[in-house]
């Protein structure tokens, strides 16, 4: 992407991510640089050409048979909202999503907020609140939850008792060129070898030929 500065000067981008948010972080961190003065562009543009996300943050867990699954710590509508986009934009055709809320009083909150956010996958499956020590609440329960998508024209949800039930799930779904989506900020990044498992790939390697 191009980013103009003040002054008029242009200076062309090459970020290694998918995402407009990512551009838009990009983008930001620039305009601080350039703004604090002292910092050449030129080298700031470089360093952004060799950043790498951290663990979790649209990370390719598993790749084979022409299915990709990637995890991400998203757990606010917003940020599935830019994840989805995210895949989209990497060439995401067929999506599915495994969703684990994080907190119950976050998913009472927003709970009418989320099945917009999975606007365009083919489905999600809702695993149990992730309490985070939280005690339930009512209103804030993955049954809340799965009711709000049902009020909501979109994205179909259902309901998995846990990570086995969700992978369980998964693979009588998908098939070459889907992506899954792993989407939570607890423990369900533990799908991921679960899925890799299914897609016959062992060991610490996300893909396979």
């Known amino acids: 992407f191009q980013i103009m500065l ?4 242009v200076a062309t981008v090459y970020l290694p991510l998918t995402g407009r948010h990512n551009v838009l972080n990009a983008a930001a961190a620039l305009a601080a640089c350039h703004h604090q003065g002292g910092v050449d562009m030129e080298v700031a543009c470089a360093a ?17 048979r022409g299915i990709r ?8 509508p917003s940020e599935i ?4 986009e995210a895949a989209r934009q990497a060439g ?14 976050r998913t009472r909150a927003l709970g009418a907020e989320f099945p917009a956010a999975f606007t ?6 809702v695993l149990p609140v992730y309490a985070a020590s939280e005690p339930p609440l009512a209103g804030g329960t993955s049954a809340d939850l799965l009711a709000h998508f049902q009020h909501h024209e979109g994205a179909t949800a259902e309901l ?19 992506w899954v989506l792993i989407v939570g900020a607890g423990d369900v990044e533990q799908l ?13 390697g996300a893909s396979s030929s």
Do not use: C, M
């Open 6 to 9: 003040s002054g008029g000067q």
């Open 48 to 64: 952004l050409a060799t950043f790498a996300l951290p663990k979790r943050r649209f990370e390719l867990v598993a790749e084979a």
């Open 69 to 76: 699954v990637v995890a991400d710590y998203a757990h606010h």
């Open 81 to 84: 909202r830019a994840l989805i």
């Open 92 to 105: 995401a055709v067929r999506i599915w999503a495994v969703f684990q809320p994080h907190r119950y009083t």
């Open 120 to 125: 365009g996958v083919a489905g999600v499956v």
């Open 160 to 178: 998995a008792d846990d990570l086995t039930d969700a992978a369980n799930r998964i693979e009588s779904r998908w098939s070459a060129g889907d």
């Open 192 to 204: 991921g070898p679960l899925l890799a498992a299914r897609l016959g790939l062992s060991g610490s």
